[in-house]
C-alpha cells in the first residue's frame, strides 16, 4: 500500500487504478515511455507525423493529439494529460520501491 502522503496528489480515484495506469504505460514500451516524459518536460512538443506509440498513448488517455487544421502545415501538437502525468509519477514510485 502506498503511503497517504503520496496518494493525495493523484488525479486517479484509487491507489489500484493508479497503478493500473502505471501498469498500462510499462506495458506500452520504452518508446511511449519517453515520448511521454518528454511530452510532460516541455509540456507540448510538436512532430511532424504520430507515430505509434503516440497513438497508443492516446488510446490510453494520457497524450492529447492534435492536428493542424493548416493546409500547408501538417504538424501535430502533442500534449500529455493530467492522467498520462500520474501514471509517469506512479511508474516512476513503482520502479523506486
Known sequence: MIDQKWSSYFFFESEAEAIAAA?????????AKKLLAECIEHQSITRKSVSEAA???ENEGLIFI??????FDKSV???PSLWGEEAM?????????
Open 23 to 31: 501498469h498500462a504505460l510499462e506495458k506500452l514500451g520504452g518508446h
Open 55 to 57: 497513438r497508443a498513448l
Open 66 to 71: 492534435r492536428e493542424s487544421d493548416d493546409l
Open 77 to 79: 501538437k502533442i500534449k
Open 89 to 97: 509519477e506512479m511508474l516512476e514510485f513503482l520502479t523506486q520501491h
